[in-house]
C-alpha cells in the first residue's frame, strides 16, 4: 500500500475546547428534560395521594352512614356530611380547624358540596347497582369529586389544575342469629324459697304476688295466699249440751279451742308417746309436746247421758284427709295435670324449701306457687306455669323481647330462630327456624318455662341445634352468629348425667361453629353459671362473653340483659360493596 492511501486513513484531531462546549449544551438539555420529568412525578404523585386520601374519605363516609341508617335517613345522612368533613383532602384541613362540628359541616357544604353525589338504597349484588327504595334503605352510596386541585409544576407544561373523583358504596350485612336459651329447671329459683337468704323475704314475697296475679287469682278452698296453719273443725252438736271443737294443727303443737269449758286435751305423738293436758276449764289451750302430733282428744262438753263429750281428731293415718278437709280442698279438684292437693300438703309437712322459709306445716299460695317452681315446673305438670314472672326466666323473656324489638327497628331482612335446651329427650330442641316473623319469636319464647321439657342442662345439645340450622338454612353472604345463654354447668349429655362429657360436649360444638365462621355470643347468667366455660366458647369462635353476676334483684338481671342484647343487636355488620 502506497504511503499516500495510510496518510488519507489516520483520522482527524478534535480539539478539546471545542469537545467541552458539546457537553455543556448537552448536560443543559438533559437537565432541562430531567427538570421536567421530576416535576412532572411530583404532580403525578400528588395526583395519586390525593386519590388516596380522597377514597379513604369516601369509605369511611359510606360505613359511618350504613353505620346509622338504622336511627334514621336523615341521622346517616348527617353523618357522612360529618365524616367528609373530618376527613380532609389536601390542604382542606386548614379551612376546618376552627369552629364547631356543625359550623364546619355547613362551610364544606357550602364550598364543596356541588361535588357530592349521595344516594341512599338497597344493594343488588347481581346489578352492582344501589337501586332506590322507599323505606328502611340499608345501603349508603357516596360519590365525591373535588375540581381544579393545583398542580405544583403542571402550568410549566400549559395545566394548572386536576380534578379528582372517588367513589365508595357500604351496606349492612343481612344476619341470621339462632338464640339458644338455657330452659333447665334451675331458671326459677331466683323465685322460689331457697333464695330467700340472698335476695331478701320481701322480694320473693312480692314476686310470689305477681305470679299468683299471673295465674289469674285462682281460689281454692279456703286458701289464703299467706301459708297459715289449718284449722280442723269437729262434728256440729247434736244435743245442747255438746260442744263444738277445733284444732289448729301445728306439727309440733296444736291449737285446740271449744265453745265450751275443755277439761282435758290428750295427744298422740309420731313417737308413740302420749301427754295429757289439764286446762282448768279454759276455752282455748297450745298442746306442745315438741314431737309431731298424730292424734288429739279433747274433753269439752256432755253428751246427752251427761257423759263427758270426747272429740278426736285423726293426724295419722287420716292426716291428710283432715288437712284437706280442714281447708275445704276434700271436694276440689287439682287444677293441672301432675300433683295432687295430697302431694302439695306433704311438701308442706316436710323439711325442704318450705320448712327452710319457716312455713313449714302452713297452707297458702305463696306456698302453693313455690310448690309449682320446685316440683311441678314442667309443662306436663303445669302448662300454664310459663304465664307466671319467675326468674331469671322471665328477665331472659324480657329481654329477648326487647332484643327483638332492636332487631325490628331494622330494614327487617335480619331473621332469627330459637333453639332450646333441654328438648324431652335431653337434647337439643329447634322452636323456631329462622325466619323474619320476629314477633312468633316473641311470643315462642314467652310460652316457656323454667324446666318446660326437662330439668337438666345440655349446653351442647343446644349448640348443635343452633349450629345445624345456620348450616341448613343460613342465607349466603349473611352473617350467622349464636348469642347462646346458661345460668348454669353443662351436665347432660347421651342420655345421663356426665359433667365431664357435657362440657366436652360444648368445646367440641364451640370448634365446629369456629370452622364455619359463626360466632359465638355467650351470656352466664347467675352465681351458678360456668364463667369459664363460656369464656372459652367466645375465645374460641371471636365471640364476646357476658357475665351477669349472681346476687342480684331481679331489677338488676333485667338492666344487665337488657344492656347486652341492646349491644348484640344494635351492632351492625359493615361492609363496603365498592
Not at 301427754?275 to 297450745?286: R, V
Request: charged share 20%; net charge negative.
Amino acid at each position: 500500500m502506497s504511503s499516500r492511501r495510510r496518510d488519507r486513513e489516520k483520522p482527524i484531531a478534535v480539539r478539546p475546547a471545542l469537545r467541552r462546549g458539546v457537553i455543556v449544551v448537552l448536560s443543559a438539555v438533559l437537565m432541562i428534560v430531567m427538570m421536567g420529568f421530576i416535576a412532572l412525578s411530583v404532580d403525578v404523585g400528588y395526583m395519586f395521594t390525593m386519590q388516596s386520601q380522597l377514597q379513604r374519605s369516601v369509605d369511611a363516609a359510606a360505613l359511618a352512614g350504613a353505620g346509622t341508617l338504622i336511627e334514621g335517613e336523615d341521622v346517616a345522612t348527617a353523618k357522612v356530611h360529618e365524616y367528609l368533613t373530618h376527613n380532609p383532602v389536601g390542604l382542606q384541613w386548614k379551612e376546618f380547624t376552627d369552629g364547631d362540628t356543625a359550623a364546619n359541616v355547613d362551610l364544606f357544604l357550602s364550598k364543596y358540596g356541588d361535588g357530592l353525589e349521595l344516594s341512599l338504597g338497597q344493594w343488588n349484588s347481581s346489578t352492582q347497582r344501589v337501586e332506590s327504595v322507599e323505606e328502611g334503605p340499608t345501603t349508603v352510596s357516596v360519590r365525591m369529586t373535588y375540581q381544579n386541585m393545583p398542580f405544583f409544576f403542571g402550568h410549566l407544561l400549559g395545566r394548572d389544575s386536576f380534578d379528582i373523583t372517588a367513589e365508595s358504596i357500604a351496606t349492612y350485612q343481612n344476619r341470621d342469629i339462632m338464640l339458644v336459651l338455657d330452659l333447665s329447671g334451675s331458671m326459677n329459683d331466683d323465685s322460689e324459697f331457697k333464695s330467700i337468704g340472698r335476695l331478701g323475704l320481701e322480694h320473693i314475697y312480692t314476686n310470689s304476688q305477681q305470679m299468683y296475679a299471673d295465674l289469674g287469682y285462682p281460689v281454692y278452698g279456703n286458701l289464703t295466699f299467706d301459708p297459715a296453719y289449718a284449722k280442723a273443725t269437729g262434728t256440729a252438736p247434736i244435743s245442747d249440751g255438746q260442744a263444738r271443737t277445733s284444732v289448729t294443727y301445728r306439727g309440733p303443737s296444736a291449737v285446740v279451742t271449744s265453745d265450751k269449758a275443755i277439761s282435758k286435751v290428750t295427744v298422740r305423738t309420731s313417737g308413740g308417746s302420749t301427754y295429757n293436758y289439764y286446762p282448768s276449764g279454759a276455752t282455748s289451750y297450745t298442746a306442745s309436746p315438741n314431737q309431731e302430733i298424730r292424734y288429739v282428744w279433747i274433753t269439752s262438753g256432755k253428751n246427752a247421758d251427761n257423759s263427758d263429750q270426747v272429740h278426736s281428731f285423726d293426724f295419722d293415718g287420716n292426716r291428710l284427709a283432715t288437712i284437706r278437709k280442714a281447708l275445704a280442698l276434700d271436694n276440689v279438684a287439682y287444677p293441672y295435670p301432675q300433683g295432687s292437693w295430697n302431694d302439695y300438703l306433704n311438701y308442706c309437712l316436710g323439711t325442704g324449701q318450705n320448712n327452710d322459709a319457716g312455713y313449714r306445716y302452713k297452707f297458702g299460695y305463696m306456698s302453693w306457687i313455690n310448690y309449682l317452681l320446685e316440683k311441678r315446673y314442667s309443662s306436663d305438670a303445669t302448662p300454664d306455669l310459663w304465664k307466671a314472672s319467675a326468674h331469671p326466666i322471665t328477665a331472659v323473656k324480657n329481654s329477648v323481647d326487647l332484643f327483638i324489638h332492636f332487631m325490628q327497628e331494622g330494614d327487617g331482612r335480619d331473621r332469627v330462630g330459637l333453639a332450646v335446651y333441654n328438648a324431652p329427650n335431653g337434647n337439643g330442641l329447634l322452636e323456631s327456624t329462622l325466619t323474619e316473623n320476629l314477633g312468633f319469636i316473641m311470643s315462642q319464647t314467652r310460652q316457656r318455662q323454667a324446666g318446660h321439657y326437662h330439668n337438666y342442662t345440655n349446653i351442647g345439645g343446644g349448640m348443635t341445634t343452633g349450629r345445624e340450622e345456620l348450616q341448613a338454612r343460613g342465607r349466603e353472604g349473611s352473617v350467622k352468629m349464636m348469642v347462646l345463654l346458661t345460668d348454669g354447668q353443662a351436665n347432660w349429655v347421651n342420655g345421663g348425667v356426665n359433667s365431664t362429657a357435657a362440657k366436652q360436649y360444648v368445646i367440641d360444638e364451640a370448634y365446629l361453629c369456629k370452622d364455619q365462621g359463626f360466632k359465638i355470643i355467650t351470656i352466664s347468667l347467675g352465681a351458678g353459671a360456668d364463667t369459664a366455660l363460656m369464656d372459652e366458647v367466645a375465645r374460641i369462635t371471636d365471640g364476646v362473653h357476658f357475665n351477669v353476676p349472681g346476687g342480684q334483684s331481679v331489677a338488676e338481671y333485667s338492666e344487665d340483659l337488657t344492656e347486652i342484647f341492646r349491644q348484640v343487636a344494635g351492632a351492625r355488620p359493615l361492609k363496603l360493596v365498592k
